[in-house]
């Protein structure tokens, strides 16, 4: 006797597993000989214009307003590009390159201060300046466990391609609780 012949073949075994088990029965089609209504219309042309603002927004900014990794108050913030020259960072560092123009974000939400942000740095950019001066602050947020503004401002401005490289200030300036920011100043080949 054949191994084959120990075993019942998959059809069998399917039909005898199926017995007693009745199709389902119904008769709920989708009609799609109605047409749908002028709200419904209204509906989802209101749904599709604000998914397309919202993808336009997010492409602008380009921004993540997600999760972002907690930065302590007392912390110093320093990023730079790879390719800065480390000469012109510790210039940054040392408040050696001026800033020329700045902007405050205490009292802003997290969506508001992400669009202040974004305008700042374009504008400066597009001005030509150098440097900027943006104060964060250190406030905690409601919950009582990290600066969010702080936290979301150090995580986006390295999304930034205008941004070569940021650092915490110096004291008069506002010390851990602002950031110079060094913009680029020739276009991204």
């Keep these: 006797m054949s191994s084959s012949d120990d075993q019942p073949d998959d059809l069998n075994l399917f039909r005898e597993l199926m017995k007693g088990v009745q199709p389902l029965r119904?008769?709920?089609k989708a009609d799609?000989?109605?047409?749908?209504?002028?709200?419904?219309?209204?509906?989802?042309?209101?749904r599709r214009q604000a998914a397309e603002t919202e993808s336009v927004s997010q492409l602008e900014d380009g921004l993540s307003d997600g999760q972002v990794a907690p930065v302590n108050p007392g912390d110093s913030l320093a990023f730079h590009l790879p390719d800065l020259p480390q000469r012109t960072f510790q210039s940054l560092k040392?408040?050696?390159?001026s800033w020329q123009e700045g902007l405050d974000l205490h009292g802003y939400t997290i969506e508001a201060a992400r669009t202040q942000l974004t305008s700042f740095v374009r504008d400066g950019r597009a001005r030509g300046y150098r440097c900027l001066l943006l104060i964060h602050g250190k406030a905690y947020n409601r919950e009582g466990e990290v600066p969010s503004i702080k936290s979301h401002v150090n995580a986006w401005l390295k999304q930034m391609p205008e941004v070569l490289a940021f650092v915490s200030a110096l004291p008069a300036d506002g010390g851990t609780g602002a950031v110079y920011i060094l913009l680029r100043t020739r276009q991204k080949s």
């Design 26 to 28: 119904h008769d709920k």
């Design 32 to 46: 799609l000989s109605k047409a749908p209504s002028r709200r419904d219309r209204e509906q989802q042309a209101l």
């Design 94 to 97: 040392k408040g050696r390159i």
